[in-house]
């Protein structure tokens, strides 16, 4: 399995995101799962991409040109592809990857997630999306999916497609055993 895993290009400012990170990638390389992610060294990014590598497994990067040539790019990959755009990096992502998981992050890392979850509720993928909530970062924007549900823009069973765990064993159990809702405007 490959997991596309969403997450800050910055290390945010408490040890336990890159602590966080650097389990979470450990956890998937000992499960024999690879990784497909931005192409960048910096924040925790580069940590998932390190503990993944050092755990034996394959990692597999997709960049822009233009952040390639800013040299942001981790030069330790089993691969690289370079692409164009940031919308070609997400198409080439979400084909190669086999599920979705967002670690905390910025807003890169939101609008990944946000495409991916979109285009499994409109059945362009049947992929499970997940978001590892580290210490509670994802709290608030799960209030708001609440009430996004509530407000009637978002039927409960799209809300409840997306997985939430705040552990590493947890969330690669429920993105083995994920079973994909009925497409919307089926
Ligand atoms: P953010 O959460 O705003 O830090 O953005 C992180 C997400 O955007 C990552 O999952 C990447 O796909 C992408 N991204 C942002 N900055 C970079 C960078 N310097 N190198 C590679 N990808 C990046």
């Known amino acids: 399995m490959k997991i596309a895993v969403f997450c800050g290009s910055s290390l945010g400012n408490d ?14 390389a000992s499960q024999g799962m690879d990784l497909v992610f931005g192409g960048g060294k910096v ?11 050092a755990g034996g497994r394959e990692v597999y990067g997709v960049i822009p040109e233009s952040l390639r040539d800013r040299e942001l790019a981790h030069q330790g990959l089993t691969r690289l592809d370079v692409v164009s755009s940031m919308h070609e990096r997400k198409a080439l992502m979400a084909d190669m990857a086999d599920a979705f998981v967002a670690l905390p992050g910025g807003p ?12 499994g509720q409109l059945g ?8 590892y909530n580290v210490d509670g970062y994802f709290d608030e924007l799960l209030a ?3 009430k996004m ?3 009637g823009f978002l039927k409960p069973e799209y809300a409840e497609m997306v997985i ?3 552990q590493p064993a947890a969330l690669v159990s429920a993105l083995k055993s994920y079973q994909p809702p009925s497409r ?3």
């Open 15 to 28: 040890e336990r995101f890159a602590q966080a990170a650097g389990a979470f990638g450990q956890y998937m």
């Open 43 to 53: 924040g925790l990014m580069g940590v998932v991409a390190d503990a993944v590598l």
């Open 108 to 119: 890169g890392t939101m609008d990944e997630i946000f495409e991916a979850w979109t285009w």
């Open 124 to 131: 362009y993928h049947s992929k499970p999306c997940a978001f």
């Open 144 to 146: 708001f999916i609440r």
């Open 149 to 151: 549900s509530g407000a």
């Open 164 to 166: 939430v765990k705040d």
């Open 184 to 186: 919307k405007w089926s």
